[in-house]
């Protein structure tokens, strides 16, 4: 397993412990284009020309790649897409597709406007009710194989996509509405089912909403939501898919200004977000 961080200073990799800066001729988009991927990265941290601290300042671990997502691939968000739409009668949209072999997929974000750990996201000002959505996220090449992941964080409107389900993509796409990091985890494996996701967020000091659940309530096969990608689509740069939340805080919560988000998947760390309007 490698990790693998985005600084100002550039590219520093990690493996057992050990920081190294790899050549100039290494790069995120590179990474992303290689045809073997996880050894591309581990020739790289073989030849790393320093040995390096380990980073604290880091930017999000993407540069040219798209970010996606999936949508309704938890029983609970499926509950919840129901709950938030049913003045609106779309509430049968949600459980459909639950059960459908074709996923629900959509456009998240472009690079400039993903948010790092240790940076603000954002909620709409026309909007009153906000929720942070913490989601396992897959790095797929080019090719559309998958070679590592990182931590996600798909804010949502919840108001107006349950007003109309034609205004998810205001709901869902806006400056600094995903986050990404605090680094992304190259590996030929998958996180075993066990893998936990945890969230926590705090407002002024004192936790206000935490959750956890396991990749193994994903009802979709992860390899099946990237080929399902990737079917009628290219992506020279590979792509980031975000795999849905199973956790959703009640319906009384939203996010203020000021709260901070923290999410955890192990090996890849907390992912650390303060709001932002």
Same mark, same amino acid.
């Given at each position: 397993?490698?990790?693998?961080? $985005? ?15 790899? #050549?100039?001729?290494? @790069? ?5 284009? @290689?045809?073997?991927?996880? &050894? ?19 930017? &999000?671990?993407?540069?040219?790649? +798209?970010?996606? =997502? =999936? ?11 129901? +709950?938030? @739409? /049913? +003045? =609106? ?18 456009? /998240? ?29 897959? &790095?797929?090449?080019?090719? !559309? ?10 804010? @949502? #409107?919840?108001?107006?996509? !349950? ?14 509405? =995903? &986050? ?19 969230? +926590? ?32 689509? $290219? ?10 939340? !199973? ?21 890849? !760390? ?8």
């Amino acid at each position: 397993m490698i990790r693998l961080f $985005s600084t100002p200073e550039g590219v520093v990799l990690e493996r057992d412990g050990r920081f190294v800066r790899p #050549s100039a001729a290494f @790069s995120i988009d590179a990474l992303f284009t @290689s045809e073997a991927p996880t &050894a591309y990265a581990a020739a790289a941290c073989d030849t790393g020309r320093i040995i390096v601290a380990r980073p604290t300042l880091l930017h &999000a671990p993407l540069q040219s790649q +798209e970010v996606w =997502a =999936a949508g309704v691939t938890y029983l609970r968000s499926m509950k919840a897409r129901m +709950e938030e @739409s /049913k +003045e =609106a009668g779309g509430g049968s949209f949600y459980d459909r597709v639950y059960a459908a072999d074709r996923p629900e997929l959509f456009f /998240k974000s472009t690079p400039h406007r993903v948010a790092a750990t240790a940076t603000p996201v954002r909620i709409r000002r026309d909007s009153t009710w906000n929720v942070p959505e913490p989601e396992l996220t897959l &790095a797929i090449n080019s090719r !559309g194989r998958i070679f590592g992941y990182t931590v996600g964080n798909d804010m @949502s #409107s919840r108001d107006i996509e !349950g007003e109309n389900p034609l205004y998810l993509p205001q709901a869902k796409v806006y400056a600094r509405s =995903a &986050a990404l990091g605090p680094c992304l985890v190259v590996a030929d494996e998958l996180p075993a089912p066990t893998t936990e996701i945890a969230i +926590e967020i705090r407002r002024a000091g004192t936790g206000v909403f935490s959750g956890r659940t396991n990749v193994g309530q994903i009802k979709r096969p992860l390899p099946s939501l990237a080929e399902w990608l990737f079917r009628e689509d $290219s992506f020279p740069h590979g792509a980031y898919l975000m795999t849905g939340t !199973g956790i959703v805080p009640p319906d009384t919560f939203t996010l203020a200004v000021g709260d901070e988000i923290r999410i955890t998947i192990e090996p890849v !760390g907390t992912l650390v977000n303060t709001v932002e309007q």
